[in-house]
């Protein structure tokens, strides 16, 4: 198997999966999968890990690569889940089962990890109203709190250019 498969692979809490969630999957009547949930949640997480495009090629990759089938724990190709199975999974359950696996596995990670306890601050979204009223002192005499050179008071606005004559721009 190859190493980054391998060592996600033994991070993946089988037996945990299996038992602690319900199987809302398997219903009453008809044949029952010989797939468990946790070899499902494997299936689904190999088209993010291998960048697969598309379910029918994984299928079509899980019948031909052995290691692919080792991580998911498929033990032969006529184990493969058929397309149809893996849609079912998806339909029945939505996100609900794997979000139920990624809490198992966030509590598993934060349980190995020692977090420091802190402080964190949330900040309040609440609206404000700003104080605008106006401005209390609108007509300041800027002159006097400002020391202006004299030649920029003195210089005035510049001068209007009229147009000029069309003949002598260039044109096309």
């Not at 809490?103 to 601050?121: A, F, K, T, Y």
């Not at 510049?158 to 260039?170: F, L, S, Y």
Request: glycine fraction near 2%; hydrophobic fraction near 40%; charged fraction near 20%.
């Amino acid at each position: 198997m190859e190493p980054y498969l391998e060592s996600i692979s033994s991070v993946i809490p089988d037996q945990k999966i299996n038992h602690e969630i319900r199987q809302r999957f398997y219903s009453s009547r008809g044949p029952r999968s010989k797939i468990n949930l946790s070899q499902f949640y494997r299936v689904h997480l190999l088209p993010c890990l291998k960048q697969i495009p598309s379910w029918n090629y994984l299928i079509h990759e899980l019948k031909h690569n052995r290691n692919w089938r080792k991580f998911a724990r498929i033990k032969n190709i006529r184990s493969v889940p058929s397309i149809k199975l893996i849609s079912q999974f998806r339909t029945l359950n939505g996100t609900f089962v794997l979000r139920q696996i990624n809490e198992i596995l966030v509590q598993i990670i934060l349980s190995l990890i020692d977090i420091p306890l802190m402080p964190v601050l949330v900040p309040d979204s609440t609206d404000i109203e700003a104080a605008c009223n106006g401005y209390a002192k609108k007509t300041v005499p800027v002159e006097n709190l400002v020391t202006i050179l004299k030649y920029i008071l003195q210089k005035g606005l510049p001068k209007v250019i009229g147009q000029r004559n069309q003949a002598n721009r260039n044109s096309l």
